[in-house]
C-alpha cells in the first residue's frame, strides 16, 4: 500500500508540474511564436549552404535604409544593425576588432534574401530579428601583397527591430511587417525576374554569381534561361588540366607546387590538387 501512495504521489506531482508548466506558456508567448511562423510564410526564407551558393531562393527584397552594415558571408560573427523607430542605428564597437576587413555598407535599392526570422525577449526590450544576404556577390579583396587575391562574395548581416518590452506579443502580422518594410520593401517585379533569370551553374559557385534581378554576371557564370539547356563547356570540380585548358584555353601563368598547381586567368585562378581541379577563384 506505501508503494502505491508513493507511486501516486509522484504522479500527482508530475501533473502539476506539467500543467504548471503549461500554465507558465501565456497566450503572448503563444503569439509570439504565432508571429514569428506567420512572417516566416510571408517572407519565404532562402536556403544557403555554408559555401554562400543559394540552394533554393526565396523572397527578393529592396534595402530602403541607409546604413546597414554587412560581412562577407560566411562568416563567424553576424554583426547586429538595430533597428529604431525605422532608422538604423551605429553599431556596438565592443567587437570592431573582429569585424571583416570587407565590411560594407548596403545601400539603398541592393536587393537582398532573408535566411532567417527569429525573436529574442531576453532583453530589456523586445528585439525581432531578420537575417538578410545580398543576392548578388561583389568582388572582395583578401591578403596582402603577392599573396592578394579577389573572389566573390554575398554579404551577410542582421537587423535587429527594437521595440519596448511585451509589443511583439501584441503586434499583428501587419504591423510588424510595416515595420520591417520600412527597411527591406517587397516589389512583386522582383520575383517575376528572380524566377526568370535563370540558372548558375554549380561547378561555378560560390567562386561567382548572377544576379537575380537583372542577370548582371560576377565571375565567370555560365548562365542560361529556366527551362533551357546549354552544350557550353564549363569549368568543373575533378577536371584535368588538359580538360580546362580545351574550355579557357592556355593560361596566362602557371604556379607550379608539387602535387599542387595553379593556373592563372585574367580574371580566375584555376586551383588543381592531384591532377584535378579543386578549387576556382
Excluded at 526565396?58 to 546604413?67: C, K, N, Y
Excluded at 551577410?156 to 511587417?177: C, H, I, N, Q, R
Amino acid at each position: 500500500m506505501q508503494t502505491y501512495q508513493s507511486y501516486a504521489h509522484k504522479v500527482t506531482l508530475g501533473v502539476l508540474f506539467a500543467l504548471t508548466l503549461a500554465g507558465s506558456m501565456t497566450p503572448a508567448a503563444f503569439a509570439q511564436d504565432n508571429l514569428v511562423a506567420a512572417l516566416k510564410k510571408k517572407y519565404r526564407l532562402s536556403e544557403i549552404n555554408t559555401q554562400g551558393v543559394v540552394a533554393n531562393p526565396g523572397t527578393v527584397l529592396s534595402i530602403e535604409a541607409d546604413g546597414i552594415n554587412a560581412e562577407p558571408y560566411p562568416t563567424m560573427i553576424t554583426f547586429e544593425n538595430p533597428v529604431v523607430d525605422g532608422q538604423v542605428k551605429q553599431r556596438s564597437k565592443g567587437l570592431g576588432f573582429l569585424k571583416s576587413t570587407n565590411l560594407q555598407i548596403l545601400q539603398p535599392g541592393q536587393k537582398v534574401y532573408i535566411t532567417k526570422i527569429n525573436e529574442d525577449l531576453n532583453g530589456k526590450e523586445d528585439s525581432l530579428k531578420v537575417t538578410i544576404l545580398t543576392t548578388d556577390a561583389v568582388l572582395a579583396a583578401y591578403g596582402s601583397g603577392y599573396g592578394q587575391y579577389q573572389t566573390s562574395k554575398r554579404y551577410s548581416t542582421t537587423l535587429a527591430f527594437k521595440e519596448p518590452k511585451g509589443t511583439l506579443s501584441e503586434m499583428s502580422v501587419e504591423d510588424a511587417s510595416k515595420m520591417i518594410e520600412a527597411v527591406l520593401s517587397v516589389n512583386p517585379a522582383d520575383q517575376v525576374r528572380a524566377r526568370d533569370s535563370g540558372t548558375v551553374a554549380r561547378s561555378c559557385e560560390p567562386h561567382c554569381a548572377v544576379s537575380t534581378t537583372t542577370g548582371t554576371v560576377v565571375g565567370s557564370a555560365i548562365v542560361a534561361p529556366a527551362g533551357a539547356t546549354t552544350s557550353t563547356p564549363t569549368v568543373a570540380l575533378g577536371q584535368t588540366p588538359d580538360q580546362v585548358t580545351a574550355v579557357l584555353g592556355a593560361p596566362a601563368q602557371i604556379i607550379d607546387l608539387g602535387s599542387k598547381k595553379i593556373y592563372k586567368y585574367p580574371d580566375m585562378k584555376i586551383v588543381f590538387t592531384g591532377g584535378k581541379v579543386s578549387d576556382v577563384q
